[in-house]
């Protein structure tokens, strides 16, 4: 999400090099409609937010869409950093590899086979989550970002 305060809809609109009167005529809603988006007065219904993604080519704004407006989705999916296709694959491989060396797998074999998790093995089991919820990361960021044509 957007960490400098500003609108989603507004930078990923201006990202993709669209004046407000033409991104609401392409979009088909009204200019003050759209203002009032921009502006986080309201947010936009599902499918103008479908429109929007399609028209700027950026499916990091369905991502924040989805986060901004689920208290559940918030509470699911990871923050995601917006970035190119490039940064992301190198970023996501970087973590595989260092999940990968770590050999977390047998140890979390040993943390469920009984179906319990005691109080010795949850730090474990918490770092072993905490790289998983990393790699999820990762894997949203490259599929978000390999979503785009450009």
Do not use: W
Not at 66 to 78: D, E, G, H, I, K
Not at 104 to 115: A, G, K, Q, T, V
């Amino acid at each position: 999400m957007p960490e400098d305060g500003r609108n989603i809809y507004k930078i990923r609109r201006e990202q993709a090099g669209f004046t407000q009167e033409h991104a609401a005529e392409l979009l088909g809603c009204s200019v003050r409609a759209l203002a009032r988006y921009e502006s986080g007065e309201v947010f936009p219904p599902d499918d103008l937010a479908l429109r929007m993604d399609d028209l700027y080519n950026n499916h990091f704004l369905l991502y924040d869409h989805v986060c901004q407006t689920s208290q559940v989705a918030a509470a699911l999916l990871p923050t995601v950093e917006d970035c190119s296709l490039q940064t992301a694959v190198m970023r996501c491989f970087n973590r595989m590899e260092r999940f990968l060396e770590k050999r977390p797998d047998h140890r979390l074999m040993e943390i469920s086979e009984d179906n319990v998790i005691d109080e010795s093995e949850r730090p474990d089991l918490d770092l072993i989550l905490a790289d998983l919820e990393e790699l999820t990361k990762a894997f949203t960021e490259v599929r978000l970002a390999a979503g785009r044509s450009t």
